[in-house]
C-alpha cells in the first residue's frame, strides 16, 4: 500500500468498468470468481485517510485459506492499492498547476480497475451517454438474464456477469427488450461474437502500447476513443489513458483554457501530453472535482 485511501470514494466515484458495489452504510459488497469459485465479500474502511486497516468478510463454498491469497491479490488490483499516490501529488502541487486544487478535496480516491476484460468492455460499451445509474442498472439485467446464478451460505444468491458464448447466440432483439440498453444491443452482440470467434483477442490489448490498443478498439463496432479509453483505463490499466466525457470537457477548458472551445480529441490529448502516465488519475480526480463544483463549471 502506497499512499491514503478513502474507500467511499473510491467505490461511488461514478469512473469504473464494472457494476458499482453494493453500498450498505459504510461498507460495500461484491462478487468475484476466483479459480472458478464465487466469492461474496464484504469491505470497509476503518481509522483516517492515511492511517486505516481493511476489513474484509467473505462467503465461498472453497477453502478460505486459498480464497484470502486471491480476495489479496484482487483487492491490490481492483482498488490500485499499490498505485503510488504520494508520487502523483507530489509531481503536479505546484501553485501554477490547476489539478493541484482537487488534491485536499479528494485525497485517497483511487483509479478503480476491472478484473474480468469482457465485463469491462461490455459495461464501458453500456457507458456511451449514458448516465451511471442507468448504464449499472442495464448491466445487473444483463447479468440477471444471462449470468449464472450463485447461492451463498447466508441465504443470499447473485448473478455472475455472463460469458461471451451466452451473449453470442442472443438476437439483438431480444437483448434489448430485456435490459432496455437501446441501441447499445447490436454492438454488444456484435463484440461478444467477435471474441467468440476469436477474431478478438481481449488478452493480447494489455501487451500492446497505448496506441495500438486504441487503433485495434476503434475498429470494433460500438466503440469510439470516449468508450476505448474508458475501457483502456478501467478494464486494461493503461493509466495514460483519459476519457473525455462532458464534464471533463468543460473543466479542462475551464482551468487549461481560459473557456475557450476546444475538441474532445484535443482534451484527451493534452490530458496525456501534460499528465503522462498519470493522465488516467488526471482525468479521474478533474471529473469528481467538476461534479462537485458543477456551478462553476
Known sequence: MSGPLNLGETVLSAQTSEPEWVRNETSFTDIEEFLGNPVKYTLSQVGTLDDFDLRVRFLTSESSGQVIEELKAHLNQVLGLKDNLPLFYQMFTNEKEPLSRTFSMLRGLR??????????????????????????????????????????????????????????????????????????????????????????????????????????????????PKVADCFLLYGVGKLEAAPVDVWIHRIVS????????????????????????????????????????????
Not at 114 to 127: K, R
Not at 156 to 174: D, G, N, S
Not at 195 to 215: G, N, P, Q
Request: charged fraction near 25%; include cysteine; charge should be positive.
Open 111 to 224: 483509479l478503480m480497475r476491472g478484473t474480468n476484460l469482457y465485463e469491462s468492455l461490455i459495461s464501458s460499451i453500456l457507458s456511451q451517454n449514458n448516465s451511471a445509474r442507468l448504464w449499472n442498472r442495464t448491466v445487473r439485467l444483463l447479468m440477471r438474464y444471462y449470468g449464472e446464478k450463485v447461492n451463498f451460505p447466508d441465504g443470499t444468491a447473485a448473478y455472475l456477469f455472463p460469458e461471451p458464448e451466452t451473449i453470442a447466440k442472443v438476437t439483438t432483439r431480444e437483448l434489448r427488450a430485456r435490459t432496455s440498453m437501446g441501441y447499445r444491443a447490436k454492438p454488444v452482440v456484435q463484440v461478444s461474437r467477435l471474441i467468440v470467434k476469436d477474431a478478438f483477442r481481449l488478452k493480447e490489448l494489455s501487451r500492446c502500447s497505448y496506441e495500438e490498443a486504441m487503433k485495434i478498439l476503434l475498429d470494433l463496432p460500438g466503440v469510439g
Open 254 to 297: 475551464r482551468l487549461y483554457f481560459t473557456g475557450r472551445k476546444i475538441s474532445l480529441v484535443r482534451t484527451a490529448r493534452f490530458l496525456r501530453d501534460r499528465f503522462g502516465h498519470w493522465a488516467g488519475y488526471a482525468q479521474l480526480y478533474l471529473f469528481d472535482y467538476a461534479r462537485r463544483t458543477a456551478a462553476n463549471v
